[in-house]
């Protein structure tokens, strides 16, 4: 095994990478066979993202607050718990946003692709799945689309449900709906072909977003799974994605 380690700028995670390099080594990402990623969540995403062109299986050491996506920290047996792993393979989104000048950008998403408003007027879009208008006309701060990865995310935080690693769905939530006052989204099957048309554009600007790219001012989004895509996140026995979604759904 040769191991590639990045580590987030926190101290913590510095510290940690110091001494894992130290006892392991360090691989160039090029020639590594397993990403070892130090940190929190958000910095479990930026690994993510940076490995999607070398395919390799990334294994998160929690070094930051929730650690969602990682497993605990600890230094010794790093070969034992590699070969003990449990695979989740997980497929990111890919979306696509028409920008009011008609760029066109395309970008993947691990959590979720959001849309957001941008000034002070509400966003009122249009939702089409699969070719069929569902939604003509919704009037919120924004809307999202998460994969089961993603669910307990910035989803949760909108009061979106938490999917199961393997549910093949998606949740596409409101943020603070405000007509029809009742709507609180939709599950939807992962091979969805989600369309957002953004009504009124140049009065009611909204910017869309796959993770942290960004794209502002858009006039369409198209989303749908990128299923050309998989990414392999390796948990210790019995602490994986969908034990820990499961877990989730009964925090009071």
């Given at each position: 095994m040769k191991f590639h380690f990045s580590a987030s700028d926190h101290d913590e995670a510095q510290s940690r990478l110091a001494e894992m390099?130290?006892?392991?080594?360090?691989?160039?990402?090029?020639?590594?066979?397993?990403?070892?990623?130090?940190?929190?969540?958000?910095?479990?995403?930026?690994?993510?993202?940076?490995?999607?062109?070398?395919?390799?299986?990334?294994?998160?050491?929690?070094?930051?607050?929730?650690?969602?996506?990682?497993?605990d920290f600890c230094a010794d047996g790093l070969p034992e718990r590699l070969v003990a792993a449990e695979v989740a393979p997980i497929h990111p989104l890919r979306m696509t946003a028409t920008a009011i000048d008609g760029a066109r950008t395309e970008a993947i998403a691990i959590n979720e692709v959001s849309l957001l408003r941008q000034t002070h007027n509400a966003a009122h879009?249009?939702?089409?799945?699969?070719?069929?208008?569902?939604?003509?006309?919704?009037?919120?701060?924004?809307?999202?689309?998460?994969?089961?990865?993603?669910?307990?995310?910035?989803?949760?935080?909108?009061?979106?449900?938490?999917?199961?690693?393997?549910?093949?769905?998606?949740?596409?939530?409101?943020?603070?709906?405000?007509?029809?006052?009742?709507?609180?989204?939709?599950?939807?099957?992962?091979?969805?072909?989600?369309v957002l048309d953004i009504l009124e554009h140049k009065f009611r600007p909204v910017s869309a977003s796959a993770d942290s790219a960004e794209v502002r001012r858009v006039t369409r989004v198209v989303v749908e799974q990128a299923d050309d895509i998989t990414i392999n996140l390796l948990y210790d026995p019995g602490f994986s994605l969908s034990d820990r979604a499961t877990r989730e759904q009964f925090v009071t």
């Amino acid at each position: 095994m040769k191991f590639h380690f990045s580590a987030s700028d926190h101290d913590e995670a510095q510290s940690r990478l110091a001494e894992m390099t130290k006892l392991y080594g360090q691989t160039p990402i090029e020639t590594a066979t397993h990403v070892i990623a130090l940190g929190g969540d958000g910095h479990m995403l930026h690994v993510l993202h940076d490995c999607l062109p070398f395919n390799l299986p990334v294994f998160g050491m929690n070094c930051g607050h929730v650690g969602f996506l990682m497993n605990d920290f600890c230094a010794d047996g790093l070969p034992e718990r590699l070969v003990a792993a449990e695979v989740a393979p997980i497929h990111p989104l890919r979306m696509t946003a028409t920008a009011i000048d008609g760029a066109r950008t395309e970008a993947i998403a691990i959590n979720e692709v959001s849309l957001l408003r941008q000034t002070h007027n509400a966003a009122h879009l249009a939702i089409s799945v699969n070719d069929k208008l569902q939604l003509e006309k919704l009037v919120c701060d924004g809307v999202l689309i998460a994969t089961p990865a993603g669910s307990t995310a910035y989803n949760l935080s909108a009061h979106g449900p938490i999917i199961p690693l393997g549910g093949a769905l998606l949740a596409l939530t409101p943020i603070s709906p405000f007509r029809p006052r009742r709507w609180r989204g939709a599950l939807l099957s992962d091979r969805s072909r989600v369309v957002l048309d953004i009504l009124e554009h140049k009065f009611r600007p909204v910017s869309a977003s796959a993770d942290s790219a960004e794209v502002r001012r858009v006039t369409r989004v198209v989303v749908e799974q990128a299923d050309d895509i998989t990414i392999n996140l390796l948990y210790d026995p019995g602490f994986s994605l969908s034990d820990r979604a499961t877990r989730e759904q009964f925090v009071t």
